[in-house]
């Protein structure tokens, strides 16, 4: 419906917008001067809002519209499902945080990160995809989100506590990195992990404390030498020597294996 937005209008439906995405300065002040020049004009381009008032789509128009106090012509959309928020605006790059943000979930940009990189390790769909390069659409990560939603948190907030003490590695690629490793809950993962985190030892084998001693080294160093990816290889593949309880004098990135997919994902 072709619609006048007026700044009072529009800081309405900005004070339900708390979920959408930061707004980029960059683009309000264009749209601002668009709208002071007489340039800005109807074109089709909606602004949208859910069936439960959020504001889906256009908060930098209604933004630009309220800092100018002056009236804009839109497209206006209400009554649309919110889980359809994923689909909307993908030219500008809408991320997977965006996404579980508009929907409510709590440490949206930690919880999609943690999401994309343990389904990306794993490759739930290579076989599908026919390809080991998958790129997880912002609606699949939801989806999987929401099929381990327990299981996630869970894990998020019992490492969180030990991760804050010495940050040693980014915080959703450690509860990713453990996620990984408990692939049936059983295999002790977690531990493994809170032994890198704490320095603390929990079993005889001396695995995690090699490999805390480099990620100390390298986060004190002036030039940081190891990249994430050799991180990652070096705790997930060392995992099956720490499981077998071993003392050992070095580790790779290539030592042992990383244990067979369990059925937890």
């Known amino acids: 419906m072709r619609k006048i937005i007026t700044p009072d209008m529009a800081k309405d439906i900005l004070s339900r917008n708390s979920q959408n995405r930061v707004v980029n300065k960059s683009l309000l002040e264009f749209i601002k001067t668009q709208i002071n020049t007489g340039q ?6 909606s602004i949208t809002v859910s ?3 959020i504001l889906l789509d256009g908060q930098h128009r209604l933004h630009a519209c309220v800092e100018t106090n002056k009236d804009i012509e839109v497209e206006f959309i209400d009554g649309v499902d919110s889980s359809v928020f994923g689909t909307i605006d993908i030219g500008r790059n ?3 945080a965006d996404v579980f943000s508009i929907n409510g979930i709590e440490k949206s940009k930690h919880m999609a990160s943690i999401c ?3 389904m990306t390790k794993l490759d739930l769909d290579r076989e599908k995809r ?6 997880y659409s912002p609606d699949e990560i939801l989806v999987f989100f929401r099929k381990h939603e327990e299981i996630i948190v869970k894990y998020y907030s019992t490492i969180s506590p030990f991760r804050s003490k010495q940050k040693l590695i980014p915080l959703p690629r450690v509860v990713a ?7 049936e809950d059983t295999r002790g993962g977690m531990s493994y992990i809170r032994q890198i985190l704490t320095g603390v030892a929990e079993t005889e ?3 995690p404390f090699i490999i805390r001693e480099k990620l100390i080294k390298n986060a004190l160093s002036v030039r940081t030498s190891l990249s994430p990816n050799y991180i990652r290889n070096m705790i997930l593949n060392s ?4 499981r077998q309880n071993k003392i050992v004098s070095k580790l790779s990135p290539q030592c042992g294996n990383l244990p067979a997919r369990g059925t937890l994902f």
């Open 40 to 45: 800005f004009v109807y074109n089709g381009q």
């Open 116 to 118: 994309n990189l343990t």
């Open 130 to 135: 026919g390809t080991i390069s998958v790129k």
């Open 51 to 53: 069936s439960s008032g």
């Open 239 to 242: 995992f099956y020597t720490y």
């Open 177 to 183: 990195m453990a996620l990984i490793l408990d692939i």
């Open 94 to 96: 809408r991320t997977s």
């Open 205 to 207: 084998s001396n695995v």
